[in-house]
């Protein structure tokens, strides 16, 4: 499927029929993720991939009521790092180094550009940005999933604090951003599955600067 056709394909599937999203069309959502931007490439969030049907109902339940929750093939949570700090810049400038056969020396620029960029920001700043790169995630996770041909349904309206005690994020140093459910749309019980896609106009939505 090509780029635009599937974009226009996907919208916010609200019914889901519960079908498996095959291990390799995962595998590439999740690859996108991994691959996508984020300011300064150093990604502060992690990504919970859960298919467990208890734990699944548990979230169902307890923090997000939503029938895709449990009608769904997958849930990915998106949580945010709390506290962004000097060891884990220096995690990321050593993982540069290594993969591209540089010295941790060479990278000091860089590194001290982050950090006086990063550190500089209170605590609460600074989750507040790792937050905000997590929804640069969860778009390469949706045009990823549309050319996969693979409904996703992106939420935030959730209980963030029961979700984020159900999982033990405040252990990891995490907090839960956003949840994005993957499966497949059941065309029959779902209204949009056959509504056009609404989208402003192209002349409304874009200002060219000459």
Request: glycine content about 4%; overall charge negative.
């Amino acid at each position: 499927m090509e780029l635009l056709e599937a974009m226009n394909w996907r919208y916010a599937a609200k019914k889901m029929n519960g079908k498996p999203v095959p291990a390799d069309k995962l595998e590439t959502i999740l690859e996108s993720i991994r691959l996508s931007a984020s300011s300064v490439g150093i990604q502060p969030y992690t990504v919970l991939v859960i298919d467990n049907p208890e734990l699944k109902g548990k979230i169902h339940e307890l923090a997000c009521p939503q029938p895709q929750i449990v009608e769904g093939s997958h849930l990915l949570v998106f949580a945010s790092w709390t506290n962004l700090d000097e060891s884990q810049i220096a995690r990321y400038i050593q993982l540069i180094a290594e993969t591209r056969g540089v010295t941790v020396e060479s990278l000091s620029p860089f590194s001290d550009a982050i950090k006086a960029g990063l550190l500089s920001k209170s605590v609460d700043e600074r989750a507040a940005w790792a937050a905000r790169q997590a929804y640069i995630a969860l778009g390469s996770s949706l045009i990823a999933a549309a050319t996969e041909q693979v409904d996703a349904t992106p939420m935030e309206g959730f209980n963030a604090a029961v979700l984020d005690e159900l999982l033990d994020l405040p252990a990891k140093g995490l907090q839960s951003v956003l949840i994005l459910a993957l499966g497949y749309r059941d065309a029959e019980k779902d209204f949009l599955s056959k509504a056009v896609k609404v989208r402003r106009p192209r002349k409304d939505l874009f200002i060219e600067l000459a």
